[in-house]
Structures are given as C-alpha cells and as structure tokens.
Nanobody, 125 residues
Framework: QVQLVESGGGLVQPGGSLRLSCVVS????????IGWFRQAPGKEREGLSC????????YLAPSVEGRFTTTRDTAKSTAYLQMNALKPEDTAVYYC??????????????????WGQGTQVTVSS
C-alpha cells in the first residue's frame, strides 16, 4: 500500500520560513519523480517542484525559485520543501505527489499517481 504523508505546515509571519516533509512508503523514490504542489482557495493546483528519480536533480517553478528549495533523502524515503521568505500569497494547502513521468523537468499534475493528504500553510501577520 502506497502512502504519502506530509507534515510541517502551519501559521507563519511574512518573511518567515517553514520546512515541509513528505514521507513515502510502499514505493521507491529511485523509481518515481516526486513533486510538491499547492492549491489556494478558488485556484487550480500549481506545480512547484520536481525531483528526478534517477539523477536527483531538482526543478523549481519560477514562482518560487530563489525562495524555495526541494531535496530528498532516499534512505529515509522522504522529500522536503524548504520555504523561505514566505509571502501571504504562498498561503495554500501543500501536497506532495509521485509520478513516473516528467515533462521538461516538471512533474505534470495530470500524471501524478499518488498524492499526500496535504498540509495547510498560512502566511499572515
């Protein structure tokens, strides 16, 4: 049984930082690409990052590049999203997802096979 469990969300002031974790069980991160996504109220789910299963190289969307970084620890079967310089517009539910496909280094949300349950991030003073 495949499970993805996110944690690390919460309330943070503008300019603050959070680190999200996604613990994966039931599959090998050396086989699946893992991405982070977010969905704000009334908006579509947005892809933020993707880590290649073979090279481990990470891609970040322009909207978060320079503020967010993503890494994985295959030994712990865990992916991370480090978020710095957070802004109110970063408020959303954040999800991790795994896919066998990448397109131009991104993890297309339409191909995500398994999703986590999501963790709420709220940026507010």
């Amino acid at each position: 049984q495949v499970q993805l469990v996110e944690s690390g969300g919460g309330l943070v002031q503008p300019g603050g930082s959070l680190r999200l974790s996604c613990v994966v069980s039931g599959l090998n991160l050396g086989t699946y690409a893992i991405g982070w996504f977010r969905q704000a109220p009334g908006k579509e789910r947005e892809g933020l990052s993707c880590i290649s299963p073979t090279s481990g190289s990470a891609y970040l969307a322009p909207s978060v590049e320079g503020r967010f970084t993503t890494t994985r620890d295959t030994a712990k079967s865990t992916a991370y999203l480090q978020m710095n310089a957070l802004k109110p517009e970063d408020t959303a539910v954040y999800y991790c997802g795994v896919t066998l496909f990448t397109v131009q280094d991104m993890c297309p949300k339409s191909t995500v096979r398994y999703w986590g349950q999501g963790t709420q991030v709220t940026v507010s003073s």
